[in-house]
C-alpha cells in the first residue's frame, strides 16, 4: 500500500497535535483533581462525603457523552463540537476555581465533564481521517501515551500545585491553554461537515435510556463501597434501574435504524475484542492510580507533592517507551506487542504484591516502571487493531462505545479495588488479631514498653495501658491494610493475564486511508 504523502501528513501535524493536547486535557484534570480532594473539600467547608462527589459528578457526566460523541460529530461536524467542548471545558474550569460551596462545585464539575467528554473519543475517530496507511502506527503510539501518561501525571502536578499554590489552580491551568484550543480549532480542523438534519429523527428515547443506564451505573461504581453496596437502599434502586435501563437501550439500539451507539459494531471479532482489552487496560490504569496514592497518603502520611513525586517515574517510563513501540510495530505483529504489554503490565501487578508497610518511592521504582514501560504497548494496538478493523461509515458511531469501555473499566476497577481493601482489611485485621494472645511474647513486651513510655508521664498506670493497646491496634490495622493492597493488586494482576490470552482472537489489520468525511 502506498504511504499518505509527505505533505499531508506534516499539514496534517499541527491540528492533530492541538487536538491531542485537548484530550490530553479533558483526562488529566480526573486525576489532578482527584490528588487534592481533602483540600477542596477544606476550601469548600464540605462534609467528609459530600467531597468524593466532585469526582464523581464529573466522571458520570464524562461517560454519558463518550458513547454519545460519534452521533453529535456526524450532527455538528468534528471542527463545532471539538470547538465548543474546548470552549465549555474552559469556562466551566473557571466557574470551579470560583466555586463559592461545595454545592456549587459539584454542579460546574458535572458540567466541566459533560462538556469537556467529547474531546477525547474526537481525537481517535480523527487520527484514521489525520494519518493514512503505516503512519496509524505514530497517532495510534501517540493517542496511547496520552491515554495513559495523561492520568499517571495527575496526582504529580495535582500534588505539586496543591502544595505551592492552592486548589484553585487546579482549574485556573485549563484556561490559557483552554482558550488557545477553542481559538485555533475553527481554522485548522475542517474533516467533515455538520448534518442538523440528524436532529429532526435521532433516536431520543435510546439517549434518555443510555444516559440514565449509565449515570446510574456510575454511581453504583463509585458510590457503592462507601455505603456498603446493596444495604445502602439508594445503592440498590439505582442498580436496579441501571440494569432495566441498560437492557432496554441494547434492545433500542439493536431494533432502531439509526441508533445512536452502534452496538452491531461488537459483530466484528476484532472491535468486541478491542473493547475487552480497552476494558482491562482501563481497570490497570485508573485502579493503580488510586491505590498508589491512597496507599501512600493513609499508610505511608505521605503530602500530596511527595505522593505525586513517588508516582513520577510511571510517566517517565511510559514516555519512554514510545519511541521503542513505534520502531517495533513497523516490524513485529502489533498483537503480539499487545500480549507483551498486557503481560508486563501483569507482572508490575505481581511486582506491587510485595507491598510492605514502609515502600516509599525507591521501593516502587521498579513497579512503577514496568507499570509505565507496557501502556503504551497495551493501549495503541487496541486502537489500531480494534478501530482499525471497523469500515468508515461505522467508525464515529462506534468509537464512542470504545472510549467509554476504557472509562468504564476504570470505574468498575476502582470500585473492586475499593471493595476489596474493605473485605480484605478486615479479614486480615482479624487475622492478625488473633495472634495477639498474652501467649505472644514479642507482642507482650512491645505492650509492656509502650506502656511504660506512657506511663512515666502524669497519669495513671491504666491511662498508659490503654494507650499501649491503641497503638498496638493503629499496627495491626496498617499491617492489615497493606495486606488488602497486595490482594487487590493480585486481582488486577489476574485481570491482565486474561486479557493476554485474550489477543491472539485478534486479526491483523491492514491500515487503509479514510474516506474524506469519516473518521
Request: aromatic letters at 12%; charged letters at 10%.
Amino acid at each position: 500500500m502506498s504511504e499518505q504523502p509527505t505533505g499531508d501528513w506534516i499539514r496534517s501535524l499541527f491540528p492533530f497535535a492541538v487536538m491531542c493536547f485537548g484530550m490530553f486535557m479533558a483526562l488529566l484534570d480526573i486525576q489532578i483533581v482527584a490528588s487534592s480532594l481533602q483540600h477542596i473539600g477544606g476550601g469548600l467547608s464540605a462534609a467528609q462525603d459530600e467531597i468524593s462527589w466532585v469526582q464523581t459528578a464529573y466522571l458520570i457526566a464524562e461517560i454519558i457523552v463518550i458513547p454519545l460523541s460519534g452521533w453529535l460529530t456526524r450532527v455538528f461536524s468534528t471542527r463545532w463540537l471539538f470547538t465548543v467542548s474546548a470552549a465549555g471545558f474552559t469556562a466551566t474550569s473557571m466557574l470551579c476555581a470560583f466555586a463559592w460551596n461545595i454545592d456549587s462545585m459539584i454542579l460546574f464539575r458535572a458540567l466541566q465533564g459533560f462538556l469537556g467528554a467529547s474531546m477525547i473519543p474526537t481525537v481517535f475517530t480523527s487520527s484514521f481521517h489525520y494519518f493514512q496507511g503505516p503512519r496509524q502506527v505514530y497517532s495510534a503510539a501517540v493517542i496511547g501515551t496520552i491515554a495513559s501518561v495523561a492520568p499517571a501525571l495527575g496526582p504529580v502536578i495535582g500534588g505539586w500545585i496543591t502544595d505551592t499554590l492552592n486548589w484553585h489552580w487546579l482549574f485556573y491551568i485549563n484556561v490559557a491553554p483552554g482558550l488557545a484550543i477553542t481559538l485555533l480549532i475553527p481554522f485548522l480542523v475542517d474533516i467533515d461537515k455538520p448534518d442538523l438534519r440528524l436532529l429532526k429523527d435521532a433516536d431520543y428515547p435510546g439517549i434518555a435510556l443510555l444516559a440514565v443506564f449509565l449515570g446510574t451505573l456510575e454511581y453504583v461504581l463509585e458510590e457503592g463501597t462507601r455505603w456498603n453496596w446493596f444495604d445502602d437502599t439508594t445503592i440498590k434502586t439505582c442498580a436496579y434501574i441501571s440494569g432495566a435501563s441498560g437492557l432496554l437501550f441494547v434492545a433500542r439500539s439493536l431494533t432502531f435504524e439509526r441508533p445512536v451507539v452502534d452496538l452491531r459494531a461488537l459483530t466484528y471479532r476484532n472491535f468486541s475484542v478491542g473493547c475487552f482489552l480497552s476494558f482491562v487496560t482501563g481497570i490497570g490504569i485508573f485502579a493503580t492510580i488510586y491505590l498508589t496514592p491512597l496507599f501512600l497518603s493513609y499508610v505511608r502520611g505521605f503530602s500530596p507533592s511527595q505522593t505525586g513525586l513517588a508516582v513520577f517515574s510511571t510517566g517517565v517510563a511510559s514516555l519512554v517507551s514510545v519511541p521503542a513501540y513505534i520502531i517495533l510495530a513497523r516490524k513485529i505483529d502489533t498483537r503480539w506487542l499487545m500480549m507483551l504489554g498486557m503481560a508486563t503490565f501483569g507482572l508490575s501487578m505481581w511486582s506491587y504484591s510485595f507491598i510492605t508497610h514502609d515502600w516509599g518511592a525507591d521501593q516502587l521504582l521498579i513497579p512503577q516502571i514496568l507499570r509505565g514501560l507496557p501502556q503504551v504497548f497495551a493501549v495503541a494496538p487496541s486502537v489500531h487493531l480494534g478501530l482499525g478493523s471497523l469500515p468508515p461509515e461505522r467508525l464515529k458511531y462506534a468509537s464512542g462505545l470504545f472510549n467509554m469501555m476504557r472509562n468504564l473499566g476504570g470505574a468498575v476497577g476502582i470500585a473492586i479495588c475499593g471493595a476489596i481493601l474493605n473485605a480484605r482489611t478486615n479479614f486480615h485485621f482479624v487475622e492478625i488479631a488473633s495472634h495477639l494472645t498474652s501467649a505472644n511474647g514479642p507482642m507482650q513486651r512491645l505492650l509492656d514498653c509502650i506502656a511504660q513510655r506512657y506511663g512515666a508521664l502524669p497519669g495513671s498506670v491504666a491511662e498508659g495501658h490503654a494507650a499501649a493497646l491503641k497503638e498496638l491496634w493503629k499496627l495491626a490495622y496498617r499491617e492489615a491494610s497493606t495486606l488488602a493492597y497486595a490482594d487487590a493488586f493480585r486481582a488486577i494482576m489476574l485481570a491482565f493475564v486474561i486479557a493476554t490470552l485474550l489477543v491472539p482472537l485478534l486479526r491483523n489489520v491492514t491500515p487503509k486511508p479514510a474516506p474524506p468525511d469519516a473518521h
